[in-house]
T-cell receptor, first 114, second 115 residues
Framework: AQSVTQPDIHITVSEGASLELRCNYSYGATPYLFWYVQSPGQGLQLLLKYFSGDTLVQGIKGFEAEFKRSQSSFNLRKPSVHWSDAAEYFCAVGFSGSARQLTFGSGTQLTVLP | DADVTQTPRNRITKTGKRIMLECSQTKGHDRMYWYRQDPGLGLRLIYYSFDVKDINKGEISDGYSVSRQAQAKFSLSLESAIPNQTALYFC??????????????FGPGTRLLVL
């Protein structure tokens, strides 16, 4: 069965520092990859997505992610974190032929220190 | 106005009560989904529907039922609520593009507490 792992439950960074959130998946098929962000009391907002093509994708709010097939990873990055980025981040994976269902990671909680 | 709305946003109920959570969308999407979120578990799929006449069970459908009243409306029911159904519930919508690509868009969530 497909699975998604976000190995970091909680990450703390200082404002202005760079950020990388890890996401790994396991399955043999071609994946569709997503990052969502959930701010306190809010729903899930789509940050970016990858279906095919350029493996480095740009998203909203200055985020980017890189798909590395050899590592089965889709890590999220931001060069300079803002206090408003404090939230929970979810990686999700879908697969061609099974696009009806996304498998979500357990989330990474980001704390930003002033 | 939000594209995907959920009502109520918060609900407290008692064990054994029947409760319905409602989802409406103005995105014109055919596909709709219900998920529940529990701390440390991410989101898990309860039910999904590809059109008005199509209903499918997800990963954790036991204890839940759904109704797709129209393209824009998808309701989730708990026939007899139990405390371990306390969770945050999300509705999502999507459409399948000609390239068979699909992106899900989420509502704001309904926080349910079963006492």
């Amino acid at each position: 069965a497909q699975s998604v792992t976000q190995p970091d439950i909680h990450i703390t960074v200082s404002e202005g520092a760079s950020l990388e959130l890890r996401c790994n998946y396991s399955y043999g098929a071609t994946p569709y990859l997503f990052w969502y962000v959930q701010s306190p009391g809010q729903g899930l907002q789509l940050l970016l997505k990858y279906f095919s093509g350029d493996t480095l994708v740009q998203g909203i709010k200055g985020f980017e992610a890189e798909f590395k097939r050899s590592q089965s990873s889709f890590n999220l990055r931001k060069p300079s974190v803002h206090w408003s980025d404090a939230a929970e981040y979810f990686c999700a994976v879908g697969f061609s032929g099974s696009a009806r269902q996304l498998t979500f990671g357990s989330g990474t909680q980001l704390t930003v220190l002033p | 106005d939000a594209d995907v709305t959920q009502t109520p946003r918060n609900r407290i109920t008692k064990t054994g009560k029947r409760i319905m959570l409602e989802c409406s969308q103005t995105k014109g999407h055919d596909r709709m989904y219900w998920y529940r979120q529990d701390p440390g578990l991410g989101l898990r799929l309860i039910y999904y529907s590809f059109d008005v006449k199509d209903i499918n069970k997800g990963e954790i459908s036991d204890g839940y039922s759904v109704s797709r009243q129209a393209q824009a409306k998808f309701s989730l029911s708990l026939e007899s609520a139990i405390p371990n159904q306390t969770a945050l519930y999300f509705c999502a919508t999507s459409e399948l593009t000609s390239g068979r690509q699909e992106t899900q868009y989420f509502g704001p969530g309904t926080r349910l507490l079963v006492l």
